[in-house]
């Protein structure tokens, strides 16, 4: 595909400003496991869709992201255990399919990560996490985070961390939370902040080692996001701040698709600014960190958050900073990781 770059004479890099929607809603059908932040709670999630070819050097006419209607998506476990919160006893996931997938992901990250699991330990992770009731794809990722390279978790341990897993998530809230009451008043400043910043505010989550261990640092905070709320965000955060060649690129009314060429052009191309190489590196990953320069927003969330959530809860945080980033993630992107808690607003 024959990719043009930015000029003042192309009309793919001139645009009129349309109608923008609060980019609230997720659509379409699950692919993935989303776990409540209590039993009685249920939750949902889209995935990906299929899109034709295009290429990102056409003029678009885009009136705004769409918005769809959240579809209910029913958890499928296994496991006695797990029955008061999974739902219904369901028969052994595929030990080998678990395995597969994890290898997979793996190995596309060679120099992130390495499975360095034998077939008896992987034959153990695989038996305790049905028994225990841990969706298949959550335990497939917990062999995957188990297998980073500057992290590694031995077989014993993340066995352990499993069983905690299952007792966090049936409990409803994280480490570093003192109890319920108190992730609920966390969970209500997280929504009403993020809603207020004019991030999706439908499928906020808990990621990260606070759902597995007591030794957790911090909270893994990831604010879920399609397409068209992906691509609005980074019109946002990145509209006329771009630049090729020292003229200024603009994303007003370019989609999803667009973004993604461009990106790719930024990153094959001498002549773009380091705002730019950001911007291609949050789309073509598919997550925004709080930390960027560029998303002061959820920057300035995620340092409130932390100073009034500051007691110190475990040993290994004595600063009680929980919240080191609130993250902008693509549904279906590499950081769309579970195991995960759905964050709810309860008023």
């Known amino acids: 595909m024959d990719v043009k770059r930015p000029s003042p004479k192309h009309p793919a890099h001139q645009s009129t ?7 609230v809603q997720r659509g379409g059908s699950s692919q993935r496991t989303r776990h409540p932040a209590a039993p009685n709670d249920s939750s949902t999630a889209s995935g990906a869709h ?4 295009s290429t990102f050097s056409r003029p678009t006419h885009n009136t705004g992201p769409t918005l769809h209607p959240r ?4 958890v499928h476990t296994a496991g006695p255990q797990a029955a008061s919160f999974y739902g219904r006893a369901q028969p052994s996931p595929y030990h080998e399919q678990i395995v597969n997938n994890a290898s997979l992901k793996i190995s596309e990250q060679p120099h992130k990560f390495r499975l360095e699991y034998n077939e008896q330990e992987l034959s153990q992770l695989t038996s305790h996490g049905h028994k225990l009731g841990i969706p298949p794809r959550d335990v497939e990722n917990l062999i995957y985070v188990g297998s980073r390279n500057d992290k590694r978790i031995s077989a014993r341990e993340l066995q352990a961390q499993m069983t905690e897993h299952a007792h966090v998530m049936e409990r409803g809230y994280p480490h570093l939370f003192h109890d319920k009451a108190q992730f609920r008043q966390f969970s209500n400043d997280l929504i009403r902040g993020v809603r207020d910043a004019g991030f999706p505010h439908r499928n906020v989550e808990i990621q990260g080692s606070s759902l597995r261990t007591p030794n957790a640092g911090d909270i ?3 604010v879920m ?8 965000a980074l019109m946002r955060n990145y509209d006329k701040k771009m630049t090729f060649n020292g003229q200024k690129i603009s994303l007003e009314g370019k989609d999803f698709r667009y973004m993604k060429d461009l990106a790719k052009d930024i990153m094959s191309t001498p002549g773009y600014n380091s705002k730019a190489k950001t911007f291609a590196n949050a789309i073509l990953t598919g997550i925004m960190h709080s930390s960027s320069s560029s998303n002061k927003e959820l920057r300035d969330l995620a340092k409130t958050l932390s100073a009034n959530y500051k007691e110190p809860v475990s ?3 004595p600063t009680g900073q929980k ?9 279906g992107g590499k950081f769309d990781i579970s195991p995960s808690m759905t964050v709810k607003y309860r008023g």
Request: proline content about 13%.
């Open 220 to 222: 893994d905070i990831a």
């Open 315 to 317: 040993p290994k945080d």
């Open 17 to 23: 400003r349309n109608g923008q929607s609060d980019p």
């Open 225 to 232: 996001a399609n397409k068209e709320q992906f691509a609005a």
């Open 50 to 53: 299929n899109e034709p070819p």
């Open 323 to 331: 919240v080191e980033s609130i993250s902008l993630v693509l549904e």
């Open 71 to 74: 579809q209910p998506h029913h």
